[in-house]
């Protein structure tokens, strides 16, 4: 990879850095859930930096073209995060129905009050 192809990449990863940071601190995006975002950017950035470093970590795990080991750390990491995100949301639905119930029952109550009164 060139230079000017490896500062390109190294300023968009950090810009996206940059809008990921933004996010949290208009409390847009929690920091728990962005940290793997910048896991992800970290080691993205390392890989862009250091070359040496992203061709023996492929050799070590058998690789021959490091951008496929690039696009399967890609795919491993977005499949961990829609992983991380099907628990959230299955955790929130649980709350939602509960919620939703505690609520029916007060409003049961309250409307038992009511006739009572």
């Not at 021959?64 to 491993?76: E, K, Q, R, S, W």
Request: aromatic fraction near 6%.
């Amino acid at each position: 990879m060139n230079l000017r192809l490896q500062l390109v990449v190294a300023a968009v990863i950090i810009l996206a850095m940059i809008y990921i940071t933004n996010k949290i601190r208009k409390r847009q995006v929690e920091l728990k859930y962005a940290l793997i975002w910048y896991a992800l950017g970290i080691v993205y950035l390392l890989f862009d930096l250091i070359p040496p470093l992203q061709i023996g970590i492929c050799r070590l795990l058998g690789i021959t073209v490091p951008i496929n080991m690039l696009i399967f750390l890609a795919i491993g990491l977005i499949l961990l995060i829609i992983f991380q995100q099907t628990i959230i949301v299955s955790k929130q639905t649980k709350m939602i129905t509960r919620l939703a119930q505690e609520i029916g029952i007060l409003n049961e109550e309250i409307k038992e009050q009511e006739r009572k009164l």
